[in-house]
């Protein structure tokens, strides 16, 4: 425990200390998956930032593409950066219902037509190497990304009200613990 505690304080360290040094407007463009408990996304997050030296402050879109379910989601979101520490705040919209076929018993969807879900997530977004006029690099995170999520139905029990609470009980923790997405992804970033 004492060494996991040790790494991640070395990480928090390196995150603040080796920020992009080249202050101005820069462009990323981010592609890569994102990971929950039942589905998958691939994922796309171009944004438009402003460097400061230290902190970097911008907006861009991210968009899921959900190779589990069929399902699509994109959203405009705001970004601050310390470093290559990160945390992203946004809004989603539901562009592609999931493929009902795809689960058993149906969807939890928080979306209807109109609906805009809040989002948000922290990361480290690491620049590896110089590649042309922009540099190439590593990022991973967890975030908080409302999608829809399969129904769970307990059906064992014998009981009407036991197999009810249950599959309610089930069902809210699955939405939960899906909602949960850790991504991983490559960045190309070019300061102008």
Known sequence: ???????????????FSFGESEKGLRVDAEIGASFSLFSTYVTAHPKLMYDLGFPAVGAGVGAYFGTTFSDIYIGPFASLELGWLYF??????????????????GYVDY???SDIMPWAAAGL???????????????ISLGFIPTNSPVQVV????????????SLFGTVITSVFDSA????????????
């Open 1 to 15: 425990m004492k060494r996991l505690i040790l790494i991640l304080l070395c990480l928090s360290v390196a995150a």
């Open 155 to 166: 059906d064992d029990s014998g009981s009407i009200l036991g197999d009810l609470i249950g």
């Open 181 to 192: 997405k850790l991504g991983a992804s490559l960045f190309y970033t070019i300061t102008f």
């Open 111 to 113: 979306y209807t037509e």
């Open 88 to 105: 992203d705040i946004g809004g989603l919209f539901k562009v592609v219902a999931p493929d009902e076929s795809k689960a058993e018993n």
């Open 125 to 139: 977004a690491i620049p590896i190497f110089p590649i042309g006029p922009g540099k190439l690099g590593a990022d």
